[in-house]
């Protein structure tokens, strides 16, 4: 089970955290990713980690904006989000893929996912 937080409504040029606490023991096995879905788009990719930390993916355009990582003994994957753009609101997921290794940028690669964080950034 995953559960995410941290979202919120921010001026543009700020930051938020989100964080995505999941259930289970065996949290590394699993590489964790964050999605977004703004309205009227699809879901789409915004960056991932691999079970151990050490390999972190990011979707071009977000690359030096959003930071992904992770702490597996608490058991959570956080995403960093500075000099946040009106373009960023969205609902913001967090989903686990049964693999250690990120191997899909496909929402439909991930096997789990948590309820969504709404962030609005205003212009």
């Known amino acids: 089970q995953l559960q995410a937080c941290g979202g919120g409504l921010v001026q543009a040029g700020g930051s938020l955290r989100l964080s995505c606490a999941a259930s289970?023991?065996?949290?590394?096995?699993?590489?964790m990713a964050w999605f977004r879905q703004a309205p009227g788009k699809e879901r789409e990719f915004v960056a991932a980690v691999s079970g151990s930390g050490g390999r972190r993916y990011y979707v071009d355009f977000l690359k030096g904006r959003f930071t992904i990582s992770r702490d597996n003994t608490k058991n959570t994957v956080d995403l960093q989000m500075n000099s946040l753009k009106p373009e960023d609101t969205a609902i913001y997921y967090c989903?686990?893929?049964?693999?250690?290794?990120?191997?899909?940028?496909?929402?439909?690669?991930?096997?789990?996912w948590g309820q969504g964080t709404q962030v609005t950034v205003s212009s």
């Open positions: 989903a686990a893929r049964s693999d250690t290794e990120v191997r899909s940028r496909s929402a439909s690669g991930y096997d789990y």
């Open positions: 289970g023991r065996t949290f590394s096995s699993y590489a």
